[in-house]
């Protein structure tokens, strides 16, 4: 079947802008391994590109610049009687006059995977510095398009950077794991039509990345393909985390050991308790790494309700990574089987729990709208009790401008969800202890949010006011 574009409709539009432009642009694209960043830009340009190159990983400089050559004779027929540069100044210069020539209205530069260029000592940011400040800045149809997983060198060095390249950067393209509604699309498009449990039983062990989505066999159950991808020796994403970090982050040690923290946390941990569970050492250099991995989408800051940003809670943000760390790193067991002889057990209920309740925190736009307030404004937060017995804590908080908050609690099931008597308890205990701990004045409105909806009882309409199940994240 033939490959289209699945979502991404935001980035296209703004590569289509940047594509119609009047003037030069300097775009960069980023986001964790495997999401499609390389996939998006190659479809959207496929017959457009003037000159692309993607560098070549843990290659030395002088085997960069002969790649860099070897790209360039595929687009200038007289680049082969040219020596390969002895540097990146000379290899930019020669790109430029390659440009200079070209008869294309607008030139598209596509450098793939730009951070692996920047080996040490290689002077590669300055040759870049020269082509752009000194070239392609001033003129009216360059679109030079770098891209790379390596969303903190992208960061630092090029949206951020305080040298020759300091507010160079025209436009940012963060692009971020399909949506469950993406995912469905992207999976009927192979053949592979699912209902909506298996989509998001599925969706809570890989998450919406592309790569990982192309080798589901739609003519095999979800339990069926989580075996093969995740419990066979050699399959993909059985051994796909040792590469991960390691190729996205240099000290990569302290990454993992603040995401393998958050593992073990579903609820997030502050600040400080990162520096206590994950045995790192606080100080600026933290405020790097967890930045580092924001930005690659494998952690997600969330505020208390009532608290400013230094209160922040850190939860892991990436389904592989938990679902990896829960079964698959210290498992034994392989094969057929594997994973349908964890369905129930106590593990695979606490795991359900807390990937449900971290899709349901990123799928808020179809949460908003079947509450009726999409256009009313929201601050999205979830908050715990400062009593250390009797407390309670909240999973999901929709802070209304209309002096209402809707107080949700997600639950993950295999049925309709029953509210019994002592968790009807546990509810008004709840909503009591939110009021006296916050002291707002707001209108709470329990909203359940559950898998397949929640019975009608006696509990349900005393206590509930709105009711929703999986459906509303598939928006």
Known sequence: MEDVIIGREKEIGVLEKLYKSKKSEFAVVYGRRRVGKTYLVSRKFEDKFTFRMTALANAKTKAQLRHFHDYLCLF????????????????????????????????????????????????????LEHFWNGWAAYRPDILLIAC??????MIKKLI??????HNRVTERILVEPFTLKETELFLQSRGAD?????????????????????????NRSVAQNIDRLFFTKGGLLHKEYFDLYRSLFKNYTRHVAIVEALANKAKGLSRKEIVQKAKVREGGNLSV???ELEQSGFIKKHYPFGKSSRDAIYMLGDQYTLFYFTFVRHSKAEGEGAWLSRLGHPKWRAWSGYAFEQICRYHTKGIKKHLGIS????????????????????????????RAINICEIKFSETPYTITKSYAEKLRNKLQVFKEETG????????????????????????????????VLFE
């Open 76 to 127: 200038d027929k007289n680049a082969k009687n040219i020596p390969i540069p002895k540097d990146w100044l000379t290899a930019f210069q020669l790109l430029i006059q390659f440009l200079s020539k070209s008869k294309a209205k607008r030139k598209v530069i596509f450098i793939d995977e730009l951070p692996w260029l920047d080996t040490h000592g290689s002077g590669f940011l300055g040759g």
């Open 194 to 218: 699912y209902d909506r449990y298996q989509l998001l039983t599925l969706y809570m062990a890989m998450g919406g990345i592309p790569f990982y989505l192309e080798h589901v066999q739609g």
């Open 148 to 153: 790379g997983s390596a969303a903190s060198w």
């Open 289 to 291: 790494v967890l930045n």
């Open 160 to 165: 951020r950077d305080k040298g020759g390249l």
């Open 375 to 402: 256009g009313v404004f929201t601050e999205i937060s979830t908050w715990r009790s400062k009593k250390i017995d009797g407390g309670a804590q909240i999973d999901l908080i929709i802070d209304r401008n209309d």
């Open 440 to 471: 707002t004045r707001k209108t709470l409105f329990l909203t359940m949010l559950t898998t397949f909806g929640t019975k009608e009882n006696t509990y349900f309409v005393r206590y509930v006011k709105d009711t929703l199940d999986m459906e």
